[in-house]
């Protein structure tokens, strides 16, 4: 033993003592935070115990973005604001799981995109339900079997997701929070080439972010549209003739090699995510609200539904339209604008909306995502 204990001393004098001295420090600083830690804990679980009393939600939307936009203003680096969030978002997420563990839908199978909207903006200590289609998370999240739901809204490069926006027209549900992803589409198979590979799956969203690539690198090679990126990559794992695109998280999920990555014609391609639910959110200060408007049919009436935002001082961030799908020609348009719904001039200006208006849905004001 005597020997052994020479031995370790004499690697140890070969090294710079600098390193040991910084390893001890940084092991004090563990044992700090990880006191820190547990004191938060503790007081989350009277806070949970409060919430009991007064039948409050164990989650708010508004105050854990508030906390992360605390967080980021006094963040004095060296790590980057988005690694903060990250690691505090499981704090968060820990702590909230300590009142209760909320299950969250999500467009599924797991390893979509979807999937890590709701990690990212959640956190792990949730309990994620897949379901086949959007549809399904609207009808789980309306049915109470899950206390929220994830839908992909909009994509950078290909627009809306129509069948998202035809549902919240429909739903009683409310936006109460979203998330921005940013989009990594990878080409996978089983043996990590496209040799006797002979169609390539995916979600048909990506297929469509990825054509310029395709039509250089794979012009010969049948493109089929499936229900969704991951369970592209179920099936690309069944069959060696068959490639994938998806992210990393379902190559990793479906035993799949990468042949090529980052494959998107826009190196900036990234997706909006809504959270719905039945939570309506109270304003943070950096909000955004989410409307479906029609007008009568006369003229002008488009300029006179959204003159009374720009009057009052509210910018418009989206403006989109959808067919009513009543064979009359008629438009829904969905909108998005800077503040919540409470805010002064949003009230005045939401006020003259439904005047000017033949419908008017507030879908929901909820925190805006930081990029």
């Not at 700090?32 to 919430?51: C, D, M, Y």
């Not at 009543?326 to 604008?337: L, N, P, S, T, V």
């Amino acid at each position: 033993m005597a020997e052994q204990d020479n031995t370790q001393g004499a690697t140890d004098a070969k090294g710079d003592p600098r390193l040991d001295s910084l390893r001890v420090r940084i092991d004090e600083v563990d044992r700090e935070l990880l006191a820190l830690l547990s004191r938060r804990a503790r007081l989350a679980q009277e806070v949970g115990e409060l919430k009991k009393t007064t039948d409050a939600p164990v989650y708010r939307p508004e105050r854990e973005a508030l906390i992360m936009r605390k967080l980021r203003e006094a963040n004095p680096g060296p790590l980057p604001g988005a690694a903060i969030e990250a690691v505090w978002r499981e704090i968060v997420s820990a702590c909230r799981e300590l009142e209760r563990r909320m299950r969250v839908a999500y467009l599924g199978p797991a390893g979509t995109f979807s999937e890590q909207a709701l990690l990212k903006h959640f956190g792990s200590g949730v309990d994620p339900i897949a379901c086949p289609t959007i549809d399904e998370v609207f009808r789980a999240t309306e049915a109470g079997t899950v206390d929220f739901g994830v839908v992909p809204v909009e994509n950078s490069t290909e627009g809306a997701v129509n069948r998202t926006l035809d549902l919240f027209l429909e739903t009683s549900l409310a936006i109460s929070g979203e998330v921005l992803v940013p989009v990594r589409q990878n080409l996978m198979s089983l043996g990590g080439t496209l040799e006797g590979v002979t169609r390539i799956v995916s979600h048909a969203q990506s297929l469509a972010q990825c054509i310029g690539w395709l039509d250089r690198n794979c012009p010969g090679i049948e493109r089929v549209p499936v229900a969704s990126n991951a369970e592209a990559a179920r099936l690309a794992s069944l069959d060696a003739a068959t490639a994938a695109i998806a992210g990393e998280n379902a190559a990793a999920r479906y035993g799949l090699e990468l042949v090529a990555r980052s494959i998107q014609d826009d190196p900036n391609n990234r997706t909006r995510f809504a959270v719905v639910g039945r939570y309506e959110c109270a304003a943070t200060g950096a909000d955004q609200t989410s409307l479906i408007l029609s007008v009568p049919d006369r003229a002008g009436a488009v300029h006179a539904l959204i003159e009374p935002l720009a009057r009052h001082g509210v910018s418009m961030k989206r403006f989109e339209s959808r067919p009513a799908r009543r064979g009359e020609w008629e438009y829904y348009f969905y909108i998005d604008i800077l503040g919540h719904q409470s805010d002064t001039n949003v009230a005045t200006a939401l006020e003259e909306l439904r005047r000017n208006s033949a419908f008017c849905k507030v879908v929901g004001s909820y925190p805006r995502a930081v990029v």
